[in-house]
T-cell receptor, first 112, second 114 residues
């Protein structure tokens, strides 16, 4: 059974810092990995999708990497802003139906 | 496009009552999913569907039922509500593509069972 872990569970940084969020998974036979953002009381917004054949994806200040062999992904946020404060969820897609297994999330606070 | 819509936004049920959570998507996605999110936790898959007339169980299906009569709609039915079903329920959809397609989520339904 796939298990996804996100460390740290919470992170507080001053504005302007570059930061890295970590995601690890136990079964390397994945189809893809998706990073989401969730604001309090809201739904999930997709940030980046990395296919299993890819090593990384970039969108603006966000860069996500994938190392299947070691069961790890990182989300890099450059020049963090208070508006980046949210919970970031990592999810692994495990088969053709693309069912996702989620990590517990990292709650990020960026202080002005 | 409205994307994925869910109704109701909030609901309080008494133990033993039944209800249906509605989910509709207008993106013509074949795949649809129901997840639940307990406080401070990640999401867990309840049921999913790869097309009209086809449904299958996820990780936590007990106490729930689904149907998929059209591409657009994927309702989730709670027959005998229990306090353990207090949670936020999210519906999602995706398109089939090699390696899996991006999933798009609805705003969620916050359910409390008392």
């Amino acid at each position: 059974k796939q298990e996804v872990t996100q460390i740290p569970a919470a992170l507080s940084v001053p504005e302007g810092e570059n930061l890295v969020l970590n995601c690890s998974f136990t079964d390397s036979a994945i189809y893809n990995l998706q990073w989401f953002r969730q604001d309090p009381g809201k739904g999930l917004t997709s940030l980046l999708l990395i296919q299993s054949s890819q090593r990384e994806q970039t969108s603006g200040r966000l860069n996500a990497s994938l190392d299947k062999s070691s069961g790890r992904s990182t989300l890099y946020i450059a020049a963090s802003q208070p508006g980046d404060s949210a919970t970031y969820l990592c999810a692994v897609g495990g088969d053709a139906g693309n069912m996702l297994t989620f990590g517990g999330g990292t709650r990020l606070m960026v202080k002005p | 496009n409205a994307g994925v819509t869910q109704t109701p936004k909030f609901r309080i049920l008494k133990i033993g009552q039944s209800m249906t959570l509605q989910c509709t998507q207008d993106m013509n996605h074949n795949y649809m999913y129901w997840y639940r999110q307990d406080p401070g936790m990640g999401l867990k898959l309840i049921y999913y569907s790869v097309g009209a007339g086809i449904t299958d169980k996820g990780e936590v299906p007990n106490g729930y039922n689904v149907s998929r009569s059209t591409t657009e709609d994927f309702p989730l039915r709670l027959e005998l509500a229990a306090p353990s079903q207090t949670s936020v329920y999210f519906c999602a959809s995706s398109y089939p593509r090699a390696g899996g397609g991006e999933q798009f989520f609805g705003p969620g339904t916050r359910l409390t069972v008392l």
